[in-house]
């Protein structure tokens, strides 16, 4: 069983700068897609940013093209996304989770499972 773990959240003022981290762990942990989606109070969860596992590809929403950047480290079995330019609608609960078998490239909650329990991220203005 996969557990996923994000650290990195906190409170930043607009225009700062956040480095969240997920650290996977489990006894065989290998996946395509390690996705990050955000959910802020009253809205649905939506996704943010992936990383293709396998040769550290990104792509992203494009709500944070240019501002945000996702990556991983396979040696450490831990994806990271960098937010930059952070605003105050980025303040929401970020999420990482990973791709289910044989679903490939995907931005929909559906498609993504497990999920870690979240980290916090506030932006002021």
């Known amino acids: 069983q996969v557990q996923l773990v994000e650290s990195g959240g906190g409170l930043v003022q607009a225009g700062g700068s956040l480095r969240l981290s997920c650290a996977a762990s489990?006894?065989?942990?290998?996946?395509?897609?390690l996705g990050w989606f955000r959910q802020a109070p009253g809205k649905e969860r939506e996704f943010v940013a992936g990383v293709i596992w396998a040769v550290n590809s990104p792509y992203y929403a494009d709500s944070v093209k240019g501002r945000f950047a996702a990556s991983r480290d396979s040696a450490k079995n831990t994806g990271y996304l960098q937010m930059n330019s952070l605003k105050p609608e980025d303040t929401a609960i970020y999420y990482c989770?990973?791709?289910?078998?044989?679903?490939?490239?995907?931005?929909?909650?559906?498609?993504?499972?497990?999920w870690g329990r979240g980290t916090q991220v506030t932006v002021s203005s």
């Open positions: 989770t990973i791709v289910k078998p044989g679903v490939g490239l995907s931005t929909h909650p559906r498609d993504f499972a497990p």
């Open positions: 489990g006894r065989t942990f290998s996946t395509d897609v």
